[in-house]
């Protein structure tokens, strides 16, 4: 599956901003999704996941209650809405896809196998 994050950009401190993700595959359905992000010398860092059908969302403690993934099956979409940025959620933002079985959540960035190109967020205080 290819995948292609979009909607980064500058922000401020307390504003919103909402990532998508697009993939190419035809069994959109059968993959859990997420998200990721990294700065430089850092490993990547699990930011958020969602279930085949949508029903299971974890999220990292750090962004717990400000950030919401959300799917759309139909449109091969997943998207990262993003409230309250602070300027520690300053980072390059990955989405990423793993062909799982039921309900099954990776909550792992190294568990996920196919990877896009990534979508720079910065956000100024």
């Known amino acids: 599956v290819q995948l292609q994050a979009s909607g980064g950009g500058l922000v401020q401190a307390g504003d919103s901003l909402r990532l998508s993700c697009a993939a190419s595959t035809r069994t959109f359905s059968r993959y859990a999704l997420g998200w990721s992000r990294q700065t430089p010398g850092k490993e990547r860092e699990f930011v958020a996941a969602i279930s085949r059908g949508g029903g299971t969302t974890p999220y990292a403690d750090s962004v717990k209650g400000r950030f919401t993934i959300t799917r759309d099956n139909d449109k091969k979409m997943v998207y990262l809405q993003m409230s309250d940025l602070k300027p520690e959620d300053t980072a390059v933002y990955f989405c990423?896809?793993?062909?799982?079985?039921?309900?099954?959540?990776?909550?792992?960035?190294?568990?996920?196998?196919?990877w896009g190109q990534g979508t720079q967020v910065t956000v100024s205080s």
């Open positions: 990423a896809a793993k062909n799982v079985i039921m309900t099954v959540v990776p909550t792992a960035s190294e568990s996920y196998d196919n």
